[in-house]
C-alpha cells in the first residue's frame, strides 16, 4: 500500500503562484510513477501531469504547459506541482496519484494509477 497526502492548496490571484506537494508513504520502492489531477465542480477529473519516478521523466497536459512544473524529491518521497501564472479556470480541487505498474506513455487517465491522495483545493480569484 502506498498512502499519498497532498498539501498546498489555497486562494491566489489570477496570475499568481501556488505550490502543491504530494508526500508518500508507505511501499514507496513500488512507485513507478505519479501524477496530479484536478477536478473542478461538475466535471470529471483530468489529467494535469506526470513524472517518473526513475529518471524523472514528465509529461504535461496542454492547457498546463509552460506554467505548470512536476518535480520529485525521492529522498523525500515527495513530488511536488509548481503552479505560475495561474487563470481561474485553474481553479479545482488537485489530487495526486501513484502508480506501481511499469509502462510506457504519460499515464494520462485515471484508471493508469493505484493509489490516491485526499485532494487539495486551489481557487484562482479574477
Known amino acids: 500500500q502506498v498512502q499519498l497526502v497532498e498539501s498546498g492548496g489555497g486562494l491566489v490571484q489570477a496570475g499568481g503562484s501556488v505550490r502543491l506537494s504530494c508526500a508518500a508513504s508507505g511501499r514507496t520502492f513500488s512507485i513507478y510513477a505519479m501524477g496530479w489531477f484536478r477536478q473542478a465542480p461538475g466535471k470529471e477529473r483530468v489529467f494535469v501531469t506526470s513524472i517518473r519516478w526513475s529518471g524523472g521523466s514528465t509529461y504535461y497536459a496542454d492547457s498546463v504547459k509552460g506554467r505548470f512544473t512536476i518535480s520529485r524529491d525521492s529522498a523525500k518521497s515527495t513530488v511536488y506541482l509548481q503552479m505560475n501564472s495561474l487563470k481561474p479556470e485553474d481553479t479545482a480541487v488537485y489530487y495526486c496519484?501513484?502508480?506501481?505498474?511499469?509502462?510506457?506513455?504519460?499515464?494520462?487517465?485515471?484508471?493508469?494509477?493505484?493509489?490516491w491522495g485526499q485532494g487539495t483545493q486551489v481557487t484562482v480569484s479574477s
Open positions: 496519484a501513484a502508480r506501481v505498474w511499469g509502462g510506457t506513455g504519460g499515464f494520462t487517465r485515471v484508471a493508469d494509477y493505484n493509489y
